[in-house]
């Protein structure tokens, strides 16, 4: 757990939110490499491979990750190779040997979803950028999971810019002779 998964954040210019994205958008794919090559190992894994139900269960996991995820948007869609996970309380757990792969599945799928949200946030902003939109703005950003979803915009107090960076203070010299 990073941050909080609902936030409130002021930004000073565009670029600092799109940098914010890119550097969410980083760790996500480096978190997305390492889980894909844990799935790829666990999937390839010798001794599971001789098991006919893993077999199976693992080949209708690699057509639904060639094919580039579940479709339809369902959040509680479960794949043909579900196994058994048992509810306790606000909980699931599985003893099944395949359960370990299921979740990392999931969480595949999940940053997979949340790289493509943040590259298509990524992309609004940069448009913003190019039309020069937002001059002398402050924007306040609500980000959920991550992900900026809603900006408001509103001027920036020209005073109160001015009052923050007035630097006064007197000095005092001894002359030596």
């Given at each position: ?66 094919s ?31 359960g ?47 992900v900026?979803e ?28």
């Amino acid at each position: 757990m990073d941050g909080p998964l609902t936030e409130i954040r002021t930004f000073y210019s565009l670029k600092e939110i799109r940098e914010m994205v890119e550097a969410e958008i980083n760790q996500h794919k480096v978190l997305l490499d390492d889980y894909s090559q844990w799935l790829g190992t666990l999937l390839r894994n010798p001794e599971s491979a001789k098991n006919p139900e893993w077999a199976k269960r693992a080949s209708e996991l690699q057509k639904i990750l060639r094919s580039g995820g579940r479709k339809g948007g369902k959040k509680e869609e479960k794949p043909g190779f579900s196994t058994d996970w048992v509810e306790f309380k606000d909980l699931l757990l599985c003893a099944d040997e395949f359960g370990e792969v299921e979740i990392i599945f999931e969480a595949v799928e999940e940053l997979k979803n949340k790289v493509d949200k943040l590259e298509k946030v990524k992309s609004s902003l940069t448009e913003l950028e190019r039309y020069g939109f937002g001059k002398n703005v402050v924007y306040v950003a609500y980000i959920h999971d991550g992900v900026p979803e809603k900006i408001a915009v509103k001027p920036k107090k020209e005073l109160e810019g001015e009052e923050k960076f007035k630097f006064i203070a007197d000095f005092s010299v001894i002359r030596q002779i």
